[in-house]
């Protein structure tokens, strides 16, 4: 997962706070129908800035392969 990624997941859950803190879902069904929506606005952003850049946004590593990969840089840059 890469910076870009986590960024855009907060983006997601940032926007489905605010829209459900204003709409104050009563149910499971209207808040699932909210955070679809959060899930779509972060969507939207990701394939924007993939339109922009010319390249994926998405990767198929995950936050602990990535800080494994950082450890072992900074070990082999003590060296």
Request: positive net charge; glycine residues 6%; without cysteine.
């Amino acid at each position: 997962m890469t910076n870009l990624e986590l960024v855009l997941n907060m983006l997601a859950e940032a926007t489905t706070k605010e829209i459900s803190t204003e709409r104050k879902p009563k149910t499971f069904k209207e808040s699932k129908i909210i955070a679809n929506q959060g899930g779509t606005v972060a969507g939207n952003a990701r394939k924007e800035i993939e339109e922009k850049s010319g390249k994926k946004v998405i990767s198929p590593k995950n936050a602990k392969e990535l800080d494994n990969r950082k450890l072992k840089e900074l070990e082999n840059n003590k060296e």
